[in-house]
């Protein structure tokens, strides 16, 4: 029987040219277990690295925490990076498994090519949802946001960690030991507002698709 669900890939750069393979499977398996507890419950398949330290995939039920599910990668990841795609689809084999590298049906296919056209696109990110418009906006979201976090200093990140953490630029400074003014500045620096405007809008698209997946059915029904 086929299932629906949403798969989401990934490929490390230039991972053949690392200089510590030890250390980046060491990272690669710190951003799969960081990317399973950002899924949550929405997790089918747990991710994992599927070719060597070269490419790594999970499913889910739910594409609603994608983007914190990628965050959660590369930050675990850094300074190495991977470019990802993001598709749904069809399922037919190895579901009742939930293991990544057992399951195959059409949605597979469908991310293999889409990660071969974003090899050679130069972005991060790609994505095969529910139609043109939906993978423009949703890729166009990501790509700005993904482009925009690997451009972030040392302390940029830490900056950002700390704020999220605690949720205040002064206890954020307190944490690192920094001034107020300090934090300011580093999110000031990345346009921090704007920058979660537009990943606020990105959950709110990814969300909208378990509404739209819903009122599908009961039409059908």
């Not at 393979?21 to 710190?30: C, H, P, T």
């Not at 675990?76 to 993001?86: D, E, G, K, S, T």
């Not at 002064?170 to 405007?197: C, D, N, P, T, Y």
């Not at 509404?211 to 039409?219: D, I, K």
């Amino acid at each position: 029987m086929m299932k629906t669900l949403y798969v989401l890939l990934g490929d490390v750069v230039a991972s053949a040219a690392a200089p510590a393979r030890r250390d980046l499977q060491r990272k690669l398996a710190a951003a799969c277990r960081a990317a399973n507890r950002a899924a949550g419950t929405d997790l089918l398949a747990a991710f994992k690295p599927l070719k060597g330290i070269d490419e790594v995939g999970g499913a889910m039920v739910s594409a609603r925490r994608a983007c914190d599910v990628l965050c959660a990668f590369l930050d675990a990841m850094h300074p190495y990076r991977a470019r990802f795609v993001l598709a749904r689809g069809g399922v037919d084999v190895g579901y009742a498994t939930r293991d990544a590298a057992r399951l195959d049906g059409p949605v597979f296919t469908v991310a293999a090519d889409l990660m071969s056209r974003l090899k050679k696109s130069g972005l991060p990110f790609a994505s095969a949802l529910n139609g043109p418009g939906l993978n423009a906006s949703v890729s166009g979201l990501f790509n700005v946001l993904l482009t925009m976090r690997s451009g972030w200093t040392e302390r940029q990140r830490a900056s950002v960690a700390a704020y999220l953490a605690v949720g205040s630029q002064q206890a954020a400074a307190e944490r690192m030991g920094v001034s107020q003014q300090a934090i300011s500045k580093a999110l000031g620096s990345i346009s921090w507002r704007v920058f979660r405007q537009a990943e606020d809008a990105l959950r709110e698209t990814l969300t909208s698709l378990d509404a739209a997946e819903v009122s599908a059915t009961e039409v059908k029904q």
